[in-house]
């Protein structure tokens, strides 16, 4: 089961969270030869709000830490105020093997518009 963490973007601002994946004992999972992907929506079936986020495994794997980004013009296309929800998952290289280690809420806090 993935673990559950929420998150907060402000629209039109640079977003990034660094994320750690633990094993069932709370000590970092090392991401040696892991690839990560995440993605957002507006709903678990949402077919027209899905949003892919960068997902990167820090460059030290045995840490367990995948940073979490999006670009200012990406987070300016999001609806605001809102919720989305979204999920991160790892994938093994060697055998293509994915586990979804961590899932939950993201709130977008509405910016000042000027368009």
Known sequence: ???RANL???RGATFS???TVSDTDGTAFDLTGYTAAAKMAK???STQTRVIITAAVNN???TGVITLSLTADQTKALDAPA???YDVEITKTSDSTVTRVIEGLITINPDVTTD
């Open 1 to 3: 089961m993935a673990a």
């Open 8 to 10: 907060q973007i402000d």
């Open 17 to 19: 969270s660094d994320v």
């Open 43 to 45: 709903g678990y079936a």
């Open 60 to 62: 030290d794997p045995t």
């Open 83 to 85: 919720r989305y929800v």
